[in-house]
């Protein structure tokens, strides 16, 4: 297991940016790809990002692809976010997450891979 903290978050104008990064303990952060979630108020909780354990494999979400980039620092078991061109459908809490199995699927992406979760971070896009 992994534990995980989010932080970055906030209030942004659309068109804006914001980084997100996702702090992980433990000494095998780097056995895990890693992934980004968000849900909105009334929504089922959506794939975002993901990477591979290390770092070479990365899928988006169609919504976000281009103007989102996932990253990690294996040396800081951190996992960022880069958010850029935000728009207010992008308004929702994100969630970092661990993949459920050290070196398992270099990108998963479906919310029942994971096994460790985030305590999440509101990004709110006003327009």
């Known amino acids: 297991q992994v534990q995980l903290v989010e932080s970055g978050g906030g209030l942004v104008q659309a068109g804006g940016s914001l980084r997100l990064s996702c702090a992980a303990s433990?000494?095998?952060?780097?056995?895990?790809?890693m992934g980004w979630f968000r849900q909105a108020p009334g929504k089922e909780r959506e794939f975002v990002a993901g990477?591979?354990?290390?770092?070479?494999?990365?899928n988006y979400a169609d919504s976000v692809k281009g103007r989102f980039t996932i990253s990690r620092d294996n040396a800081k078991n951190t996992v960022y976010l880069q958010l850029n061109s935000l728009k207010p459908e992008d308004t929702a809490v994100y969630y970092c997450?661990?993949?459920?199995?050290?070196?398992?699927?270099?990108?998963?992406?479906?919310?029942?891979?994971?096994?460790?979760w985030g305590q999440g971070t509101q990004v709110t896009v006003s327009s």
């Open positions: 997450a661990a993949d459920g199995l050290q070196y398992g699927t270099p990108t998963p992406k479906f919310v029942a891979d994971f096994g460790s």
């Open positions: 433990g000494r095998t952060f780097s056995r895990y790809a």
């Open positions: 990477i591979s354990w290390s770092g070479g494999n990365r």
